[in-house]
């Protein structure tokens, strides 16, 4: 179906596609719609020369204005349906039906239904049995043959308006017009990809321009700063050579000024004179210089000697050997000495304080160079003991336990002895003491194994009166501490 369409290029008869036959609306106004949009130049030099093309014509100014209108409605780009104009085919219209409308639709009536069930058993058995294929009937309403002109020939108006390409055409010619926009693209993109190349160029062109530049401008700078720094250096060098002139006119004038001063001094005074004065003066100088020196040495003896002023006042035993108490107990560098019901003391810190007690009756008979007789002192901490120097020369240990056991209780007489030959010693410095000192006087007096009225021996004895007993052992001995220091051996 041919409808009289023509080749626009090569002017051959044209056939159209079965697509194209039957255009609906909305495929119409899809194609419209893809297409590019009208170039607006163009369209107007066109009018502009077919109004003056239609100006010079000899015609009827009614017949030219109706010509003008039939050509602007050809060209319009709208479907029919946008129009207005042309009836809508019934096979494409529809109608939306609402829920309400749906549910008010009356159902058939019993009879219909059983009359309907009748009617489709029969068709089974009709379906059963061979028949011949029902002959085919054409669409009882097929479009009119004008409306498929109108909606093609407007379609091509519509392409035709929106590009330089006249529609329609064939496929060779369209063949041929694609072989020519796909060189014209190739040739496009060949120019766009040169003129970026270019720009690229000129980029780097003007990028390594500016680089220079300021290799130009840095080189001009260094130069400059190179030149300022030997001016520079050039009045440094005559700054020297001119102090260097200074300086040797300064000793110039030095020595003639000391000429000048000896030839005064010649003519005023005689030789002897001025040899008098001139040595008085150095020794005036000399006395003021070891004038200043003296001064140095006496404050330096007077700091030194009150550091040792100082010195001599610090007492060091004290700081080694605090004797103190906490409540009932007598205590040596934080030890307490002693037991008391109530107040459980480790054995371990017992024999601790032991041995910090032995250790100080040690050191003052060693200050005091004094040897005790018939005993020697061992130190040793929390096992020190007492070695008898006459007799038997026995050992006792000067620390105790609170095991029950058999060998432990003779372990307990041992450090009753002990504890009695401490005593013993405490008594003998004592007495030494009263002999070198006998103005010093000791609250508690020391009898066989007593000190005081109270027995040191923890055996069969209460724990209360033996903790009392280390206590006046602890203020005994911080007395010979303190004569021993600071009394007439001190």
Same mark, same amino acid.
């Given at each position: 179906?041919?409808?009289?369409?023509?080749?626009?290029?090569?002017?051959?008869?044209?056939?159209?596609?079965?697509?194209?036959?039957?255009?609906?609306?909305?495929?119409?106004?899809?194609?419209?719609?893809?297409?590019?949009?009208?170039?607006?130049?163009?369209?107007?030099?066109?009018?502009?020369?077919?109004? &003056?093309?239609?100006?010079?014509?000899?015609?009827?100014?009614?017949?030219?204005?109706?010509?003008?209108?039939?050509?602007?409605?050809?060209?319009?780009?709208?479907?029919?349906?946008?129009?207005?104009?042309?009836?809508?085919?019934?096979?494409?219209?529809?109608?939306?039906?609402?829920?309400?409308?749906?549910?008010?639709?009356?159902?058939?009536?019993?009879?219909?239904?059983?009359?309907?069930?009748?009617?489709?058993?029969?068709?089974?058995?009709?379906?059963?049995?061979?028949?011949?294929?029902?002959?085919?009937?054409?669409?009882?309403?097929?479009?009119?043959?004008?409306?498929?002109?109108?909606?093609?020939?407007?379609?091509?108006?519509?392409?035709?308006?929106?590009?330089?390409?006249?529609?329609?055409?064939?496929?060779?010619? %369209?063949?041929?017009?694609?072989?020519?926009?796909?060189?014209?693209?190739?040739?496009?993109?060949?120019?766009? %990809?040169?003129? !970026?190349?270019?720009?690229?160029?000129? /980029?780097? %062109?003007?990028?390594?321009?500016?680089?220079? !530049?300021?290799?130009?401008?840095?080189?001009?700078?260094?130069?400059?700063?190179?030149?300022?720094?030997?001016?520079?250096?050039?009045?440094?060098?005559?700054?020297?050579? &001119?102090?260097?002139?200074?300086?040797?006119?300064?000793?110039?004038?030095?020595?003639?000024?000391?000429?000048?001063?000896?030839?005064?001094?010649?003519?005023?005074?005689?030789?002897?004179?001025?040899?008098?004065?001139?040595?008085?003066?150095?020794?005036?100088? %000399?006395?003021?210089?070891?004038?200043?020196?003296?001064?140095?040495?006496?404050?330096?003896?007077?700091?030194?000697?009150?550091?040792?002023?100082?010195?001599?006042?610090?007492?060091?035993?004290?700081?080694?050997?605090?004797?103190?108490?906490?409540?009932?107990?007598?205590?040596?560098?934080?030890?307490?000495? @002693?037991?008391?019901?109530?107040?459980?003391?480790?054995?371990?810190?017992?024999?601790?304080?032991?041995?910090?007690?032995?250790?100080?009756?040690?050191?003052?008979?060693?200050?005091?160079?004094?040897?005790?007789?018939?005993?020697?002192?061992?130190?040793?901490?929390?096992?020190?003991?007492?070695?008898?120097?006459?007799?038997?020369?026995?050992?006792?240990?000067?620390?105790?336990? @609170?095991?029950?056991?058999?060998?432990?209780?003779?372990?307990?007489?041992?450090?009753?002895?002990?504890?009695?030959?401490?005593?013993?010693?405490?008594? /003998?410095?004592?007495?030494?003491?009263?002999?070198?000192?006998?103005?010093?006087?000791?609250?508690?007096?020391?009898?066989?194994?007593?000190? @005081?009225?109270?027995?040191?021996?923890?055996?069969?004895?209460?724990?209360?009166?033996?903790?009392?007993?280390?206590?006046?052992?602890?203020?005994?001995?911080?007395?010979?501490?303190?004569?021993?220091?600071?009394?007439?051996? @001190?």
């Amino acid at each position: 179906m041919s409808f009289g369409l023509i080749c626009q290029q090569c002017k051959e008869p044209l056939q159209l596609d079965a697509s194209l036959v039957d255009l609906a609306p909305s495929a119409y106004d899809m194609i419209v719609s893809s297409a590019p949009p009208p170039a607006q130049s163009s369209s107007h030099a066109r009018n502009a020369s077919d109004t &003056e093309k239609l100006g010079l014509l000899p015609a009827d100014a009614t017949v030219k204005s109706a010509w003008m209108r039939s050509k602007t409605n050809a060209e319009s780009p709208l479907s029919p349906r946008a129009q207005g104009k042309q009836p809508m085919s019934p096979h494409e219209s529809f109608v939306l039906l609402q829920d309400s409308m749906i549910r008010n639709i009356p159902t058939q009536s019993p009879a219909a239904q059983q009359s309907k069930r009748s009617l489709m058993k029969r068709k089974g058995k009709q379906a059963a049995s061979p028949t011949p294929d029902p002959p085919t009937v054409d669409h009882p309403n097929p479009s009119p043959l004008s409306h498929h002109l109108r909606s093609t020939t407007r379609l091509f108006n519509a392409l035709s308006s929106r590009s330089d390409i006249d529609h329609p055409l064939c496929a060779e010619c %369209t063949q041929i017009l694609l072989s020519h926009l796909q060189r014209q693209l190739d040739e496009t993109k060949r120019r766009e %990809t040169l003129r !970026k190349e270019r720009e690229r160029d000129s /980029q780097h %062109t003007l990028v390594k321009e500016e680089a220079e !530049k300021k290799i130009e401008k840095l080189k001009v700078e260094e130069r400059l700063a190179v030149e300022q720094l030997l001016e520079a250096e050039r009045e440094r060098e005559q700054l020297d050579h &001119e102090l260097r002139l200074l300086e040797l006119e300064e000793r110039a004038l030095e020595e003639e000024e000391n000429e000048l001063v000896l030839l005064i001094s010649r003519r005023h005074f005689p030789n002897n004179t001025y040899r008098f004065w001139r040595t008085h003066n150095e020794q005036l100088l %000399t006395l003021d210089q070891q004038t200043a020196q003296l001064a140095t040495l006496r404050a330096a003896y007077a700091t030194d000697s009150a550091t040792l002023e100082k010195l001599e006042r610090t007492n060091v035993y004290n700081d080694a050997f605090c004797i103190g108490h906490d409540g009932v107990f007598g205590t040596i560098n934080g030890l307490r000495l @002693g037991r008391v019901p109530g107040v459980p003391v480790e054995w371990a810190e017992i024999n601790a304080a032991w041995g910090q007690t032995l250790l100080l009756m040690y050191t003052i008979a060693r200050k005091l160079d004094y040897t005790f007789d018939n005993y020697r002192l061992v130190p040793m901490g929390s096992f020190s003991r007492i070695e008898k120097t006459s007799g038997d020369k026995s050992q006792y240990e000067l620390y105790g336990s @609170g095991d029950l056991h058999f060998g432990r209780l003779l372990h307990n007489r041992r450090f009753d002895i002990a504890m009695v030959a401490f005593i013993e010693c405490l008594k /003998q410095l004592m007495d030494y003491i009263k002999s070198q000192d006998s103005s010093i006087e000791f609250p508690h007096q020391v009898v066989k194994d007593r000190i @005081g009225d109270v027995s040191v021996k923890l055996q069969f004895n209460q724990e209360e009166a033996w903790t009392r007993s280390l206590r006046h052992v602890l203020l005994a001995l911080k007395m010979c501490l303190k004569w021993a220091t600071n009394g007439a051996n @001190g």
